[in-house]
């Protein structure tokens, strides 16, 4: 396994970030295989991921500065750059992951490429600064509540939350084990698809899914316009699976769900961090 290219201090930048989407403190670069199906893409990791020999930073100096050098490199990033891949560095995140806007009080805020001077979304903001940017092909972020879709919706990027459980997260820093996501972002549709057969795990049948479920109740909150944009890929998506069944996910209404994944999650932070 390489070790990584790091360097300290954020005084001299980085000359291939224009956009303010990478760590300079604990910057790292890994090269990949040199062959395999994603041999020729470069990516970029969100600031949780361990990578061997180089500081988790978490969107924090007082983070970076009391926590020692990762042992090993997380699964997910070294699976990408045994199939290939370049990784160009470590991506900001908001502190410790608690936000959903992109902004960062200690390194400021990743550019919006697709409306500048507009906030790029979080917390996964970096990544998809980065993507949007064109500054690599993909990237890696993470999802509790939206930190991977909402950033990729704000930069007009691809963006997933895989399954709870599908990509690994051993050596990412913990936010909360019941919601947290390890998921990935792309402009391109196929570098989108080739990230997603490297990083999900051989077991594919046993998650392939036999009807696409339709929560009428989640679209009735979403605006008309939107509803109507989406109807084409619904049906899309119903044809390739094979069937579509339309459900209500809970007669008494979604925001009593609302309110009791922000009461989880807040106690699961807080026991992984206070």
């Given at each position: 396994m390489p070790s990584p290219s790091t360097s300290s201090g954020q005084?001299?930048?980085?000359?291939?970030?224009?956009?303010?989407?990478?760590?300079?403190?604990?910057?790292a670069v890994l090269p990949g295989a040199g062959q395999g199906p994603l041999a020729g893409l470069t990516f970029a990791a969100k600031d949780v991921f361990d990578i061997a020999g180089s500081r988790i930073g978490f969107g924090n100096p007082a983070w970076l500065e009391s926590h020692p050098p990762a042992a090993i490199t997380a699964p997910a990033v070294q699976l990408l750059?045994?199939?290939?891949?370049?990784?160009?560095?470590?991506?900001?995140?908001?502190?410790?992951?608690?936000s959903l806007s992109g902004q960062n009080f200690h390194y400021g805020t990743p550019v919006n490429s697709a409306a500048p001077g507009r906030i790029p979304g979080g917390s996964s903001s970096g990544s998809a600064s980065a993507v949007a940017g064109?500054?690599?092909d993909f990237a890696l972020g993470t999802d509790c509540g939206g930190s991977v879709r909402l950033p990729a919706s704000y930069c007009?990027?691809?963006?997933?939350r895989p399954s709870?459980?599908?990509?690994?997260?051993e050596g990412v820093a913990p936010f909360t084990w019941s919601f947290d996501v390890a998921g990935w972002f792309a402009r391109d549709a196929d570098v989108f698809a080739s990230v997603g057969d490297?990083?999900?795990?051989?077991?594919?049948?046993?998650?392939?899914?036999r009807r696409l479920l339709y929560?009428?109740?989640?679209?009735?909150l979403?605006?008309?316009?939107?509803?109507?944009?989406l109807a084409p890929a619904v049906e899309a998506a119903a044809g390739v699976i094979g069937s579509r069944a339309d459900i209500t996910i809970s007669p008494d209404g979604l925001p009593g769900w609302y309110e009791t994944f922000r009461v989880i999650q807040a106690w699961e932070i807080w026991s992984n961090h206070a």
């Open positions: 005084t001299g930048g980085l000359p291939y970030d224009r956009l303010g989407a990478f760590c300079r403190e604990n910057h750059l045994d199939a290939g891949a370049d990784m160009a560095g470590k991506t900001l995140t908001d502190e410790i992951t608690y064109g500054l690599v007009g990027i691809l963006g997933i709870h459980g599908r990509v690994s997260l490297v990083l999900l795990d051989d077991e594919s049948e046993s998650h392939t899914p929560a009428l109740d989640a679209f009735d979403v605006d008309r316009d939107v509803a109507d944009a």
